[in-house]
Nanobody, 122 residues
Framework: VQLQASGGGLVQAGGSLRLSCAAS????????IGWFRQAPGKEREFVAV????????SYAHSVLGRFIIYRDDAKKMVYLQANSLKPEDTAVYYC????????????????WGQGTLVTVSS
């Protein structure tokens, strides 16, 4: 699976962005897709993941109720709708694929896209 993230940008606190992850490859439909982020000077952290089948999802506590992950298998796309953005959401956001289910662990993801930068101003 090859992944490409896009949709980042500069937004004011309280605003919204929709991040997109475009996938290619025949195994996409069998992969859970996760979003991770990495802020300057910090470790990469889990944001959200959606299952391969059924649309089950899991979120980090820090984004629960503000972010929504969903997928369109026909288009091979996964989206992260980020609402009520805060300055602490500023980071490079990455999408990644795993066949191990709803994992929050970065090392369980085999495929990674390049990041897209989200900057939230106060």
């Amino acid at each position: 699976v090859q992944l490409q993230a896009s949709g980042g940008g500069l937004v004011q606190a309280g605003g919204s962005l929709r991040l997109s992850c475009a996938a290619s490859g025949r195994t996409f439909s069998s992969c859970a897709i996760g979003w991770f982020r990495q802020a300057p000077g910090k470790e990469r952290e889990f944001v959200a993941v959606i299952s391969a089948i059924g649309g089950a999802s899991s979120y980090a506590h820090s984004v629960l109720g503000r972010f929504i992950i969903y997928r369109d298998d026909a288009k091979k796309m996964v989206y992260l709708q980020a609402n009520s953005l805060k300055p602490e959401d500023t980071a490079v956001y990455y999408c990644a694929a795993t066949q191990l289910g709803l994992s929050p662990l970065a090392h369980e993801y085999n495929y990674w896209g390049q990041g897209t930068l989200v900057t939230v101003s106060s």
